[in-house]
């Protein structure tokens, strides 16, 4: 894909942790230029000081996906220089593949390559960017901390030995609108509370890392004694008020004063902060997307939502990772400043002109704009979870993700590149045929979902239905080993028992009962059978799953109820719990077939009038949470045509995420993220009801 451009970084650097580089040349103008880039980790890139790109689209470890940008003609001067600034993490995440780091790009105009790294680039080392500093979470890379008065050094290249294969991107390329405020929400007083740290830092840091025979085997982060930064320290100590007054920009903040911004909503992007520092400064900013006891909580779900900034004089400062957040704050913990700008610089789906609900209520209305926003800044390369703690890419998330983006875009841009990378994953972690929960990641504790791998062959068939085009044999080799996988654990019964790792039914009682043979995991892979043997006109497959749903109607069903478990007794007879009975295992077995509203009409009908949110009927059974029992009881609901109870419903579940957030939630309170990308389902459920 590149006619000239080498892949390069810096030398003797290419494998360390938390490396930050940048990369200059200059350019003439010329008719149509175009950007081809792509690299390891994280970049963006500047053409004369104008940020037009930030990326990559993220891909398999071994794989590097191109991105085309069409530079805009109006950015474009008789002389220009192009910064590409690019970070190589080689840590181990669930955000990123641990690859040896590199750039590579070209400007095109035609077929003449303008400027092209390996030939025209300077390079240096950014070293405002400190390099041993806390991980973010478990599951991103490393939190940023900067000191604007150390001076980038020029650094010699090297051509890094990385045998990848280019792939096209389909994802669109991002948004990057910026989102200024107009005032400062409050200002406000900061102390501290001389208390011992409460957060055990030692131990966020320690579960990171992998040790054997004393030595540490996996790059995941740095131990405490080599950093010496450590803001998330500072800031826990912090007791603050505030003052209900808004303020002008352009407001003085002193030592032991803060600056503290409402956003209105949920927004992901990187941090803008414009300043005048008086004084030698250094500041804390912080952000979350709730508020505990009026304040910033910045270890949310084990998140550092800080920044750390040292800085004197004029600065325009931009984070280079991104974050989400509804509230933010800037504490100046050194110095003063003049506080000038506060901004985000937005990273999301381009997804332009979604259909138009036609629904009246204001409530739904609410609910379907979040819908779409959610979307929006979860589905930019990749399906993620969610664009905070992790960014990371899970299946059976990915299931309602991109029926969601079929719904608001009709088209698979993002699809396709997310089932390319799961065809394409190499991840010598996982068993033979085994497929990791979430990628690009590592998975370096070897854990792994078998429900989420059985997820991944629910979707395809679905995602086969919507692309019209698509070489299924592609996917043969995937599913065939998936099953030699499952088939090593299927007992006398045809049925799954014991199955490894991982086991994830719901967030409910129902995940307690997931070992011996757990009863809603069988339902699932009777489907699984069922479309691999649709898929490739393997007729075998398709009587097993009949059997098999046969066997568990049998064993299971006790006249009323679908039970969830059964265990071996000391004769190693097959026993079922009488009594462990889940809401979310009955939606399984309509779900995937087990059960149907003509043959089990009694349970319909009791799942239909005495199950919905907040009910008190059968007490004793479990009842759902968000994920995943109420999302496939409203899937069944929208198939058996109770559309008003589903619409009462959905207002009831998502109106007050949609109020206080315009996202939509992991859980139906706040104990989890609050901008989850599998809720942007419901936003296809309702164009079904309503646009018909």
């Known amino acids: 894909m590149f006619t000239k451009a080498k892949a390069i970084w810096l030398k003797d650097l290419q494998n360390e942790m938390n490396i930050q580089t940048l990369f200059v040349a200059e350019f003439a103008k010329k008719d149509n230029l175009t950007l081809k880039i792509t690299g390891a980790s994280a970049y963006r890139v500047y053409i004369n000081d104008i940020l037009v790109h930030y990326g990559p689209a993220r891909t398999a470890g071994g794989y590097a996906r191109v991105d085309i940008v069409p530079l805009c003609d109006?950015?474009?001067?008789?002389?220009?220089?192009?910064?590409?600034?690019?970070?190589?993490?080689?840590?181990?995440?669930?955000?990123?593949?641990?690859?040896?780091?590199?750039?590579?790009?070209?400007?095109?105009?035609?077929?003449?390559?303008?400027?092209?790294?390996?030939?025209?680039?300077?390079?240096?080392?950014?070293?405002?960017?400190?390099?041993?500093?806390?991980?973010?979470?478990?599951?991103?890379?490393?939190?940023?901390?900067?000191?604007?008065?150390?001076?980038?050094?020029?650094?010699?290249?090297?051509?890094?030995?990385?045998?990848?294969?280019?792939?096209?991107?389909?994802?669109?390329?991002?948004?990057?609108?910026?989102?200024?405020?107009?005032?400062?929400?409050?200002?406000?007083?900061?102390?501290?509370?001389?208390?011992?740290?409460?957060?055990?830092?030692?131990?966020?840091?320690?579960?990171?890392?992998?040790?054997?025979?004393?030595?540490?085997?996996?790059?995941?982060?740095?131990?405490?004694?080599?950093?010496?930064?450590?803001?998330?320290?500072?800031?826990?100590?912090?007791?603050?008020?505030?003052?209900?007054?808004?303020?002008?920009?352009?407001?003085?903040?002193?030592?032991?004063?803060?600056?503290?911004?409402?956003?209105?909503?949920?927004?992901?992007?990187?941090?803008?902060?414009?300043?005048?520092?008086?004084?030698?400064?250094?500041?804390?900013?912080?952000?979350?997307?709730?508020?505990?006891?009026?304040?910033?909580?910045?270890?949310?779900?084990?998140?550092?939502?800080?920044?750390?900034?040292?800085?004197?004089?004029?600065?325009?400062?931009?984070?280079?990772?991104?974050?989400?957040?509804?509230?933010?704050a800037v504490f100046v913990i050194e110095g003063e400043i003049e506080l000038n700008g506060f901004s985000v610089i937005q990273y999301k789906n381009p997804i332009k002109n979604p259909p138009v609900l036609k629904c009246a209520d204001t409530v739904v209305q609410g609910i379907y704009s979040a819908a779409v926003e959610t979307l929006r800044q979860n589905a930019v390369d990749i399906y993620m979870d969610c664009p905070t703690r992790e960014r990371a890419g899970w299946l059976c998330d990915s299931y309602f993700s991109a029926c969601a983006e079929y719904a608001f875009t009709g088209k698979t841009d993002v699809e396709d590149d997310f089932v390319e990378n799961y065809l394409l994953q190499r991840c010598p972690d996982m068993p033979e045929g085994m497929l990791p929960k979430c990628y690009p990641a590592n998975h370096v504790k070897k854990s792994f979902i078998p429900q989420w791998a059985m997820w991944f062959v629910i979707e395809i068939e679905q995602y086969i239905q919507r692309k019209g085009e698509f070489d299924v044999n592609r996917f043969k080799p995937v599913a065939y080993k998936l099953l030699g996988f499952f088939k090593k654990f299927e007992n006398e019964y045809g049925l799954l028992e014991d199955l490894p790792s991982w086991n994830f039914v719901e967030w409910s009682k129902a995940n307690e009962w997931t070992a011996g043979v757990n009863f809603p995991t069988n339902m699932l892979y009777s489907e699984v059978l069922c479309i691999v043997g649709r898929l490739f006109d393997d007729e075998l497959l398709i009587k097993k799953a009949a059997k098999m749903r046969d066997t568990i109607v049998h064993l299971s069903y006790n006249g009323t109820f679908f039970c969830d478990q059964a265990y071996r007794n000391e004769n190693k007879q097959l026993i079922i719990y009488p009594d462990r009975i889940t809401e979310v295992c009955q939606y399984y077995a309509f779900r995937f077939r087990v059960a149907d509203k003509e043959k089990f009409s009694k349970l319909y009908d009791i799942l239909v009038t005495d199950f919905y949110p907040g009910t008190t009927k059968w007490p004793d059974i479990p009842k759902v949470n968000a994920f995943m029992g109420m999302y496939i009881r409203m899937e069944l609901l929208r198939e058996w045509g109770k559309n008003e109870m589903l619409v009462k419903e959905i207002k009831d579940f998502f109106g007050h995420m949609a109020q206080y957030t315009s996202t939509l939630w992991e859980h139906k309170d706040m104990s989890g993220s609050l901008n989850h990308g599998f809720a942007s389902y419901v936003g296809g459920l309702l164009l079904e009801i309503f646009n018909g």
């Open 74 to 328: 109006s950015i474009i001067k008789d002389k220009n220089q192009i910064k590409i600034e690019a970070v190589n993490y080689h840590c181990n995440s669930y955000s990123f593949v641990c690859q040896t780091g590199f750039i590579q790009a070209e400007i095109v105009s035609g077929d003449e390559v303008v400027v092209a790294t390996g030939c025209d680039f300077k390079a240096f080392r950014v070293n405002a960017r400190i390099q041993n500093v806390m991980r973010y979470s478990i599951q991103r890379c490393f939190t940023e901390v900067w000191d604007t008065s150390i001076t980038d050094t020029e650094h010699e290249i090297c051509f890094p030995d990385i045998h990848i294969e280019y792939l096209e991107r389909h994802a669109p390329l991002p948004d990057l609108s910026e989102i200024a405020v107009d005032t400062i929400t409050q200002i406000g007083e900061f102390g501290y509370l001389g208390e011992e740290y409460p957060h055990k830092g030692q131990d966020f840091i320690n579960d990171l890392r992998i040790i054997q025979d004393g030595k540490v085997v996996s790059n995941m982060g740095y131990t405490l004694d080599e950093i010496n930064e450590k803001p998330m320290y500072v800031f826990d100590q912090m007791d603050y008020t505030f003052e209900d007054e808004e303020k002008p920009l352009g407001s003085t903040i002193s030592q032991g004063k803060y600056a503290f911004f409402d956003m209105k909503r949920n927004i992901t992007g990187m941090i803008r902060l414009k300043f005048n520092a008086k004084k030698n400064s250094r500041l804390l900013i912080a952000f979350d997307e709730k508020l505990k006891d009026g304040k910033i909580n910045h270890a949310t779900w084990s998140c550092v939502n800080i920044v750390q900034l040292s800085a004197f004089g004029k600065q325009d400062f931009t984070s280079f990772e991104i974050y989400g957040f509804k509230y933010a």
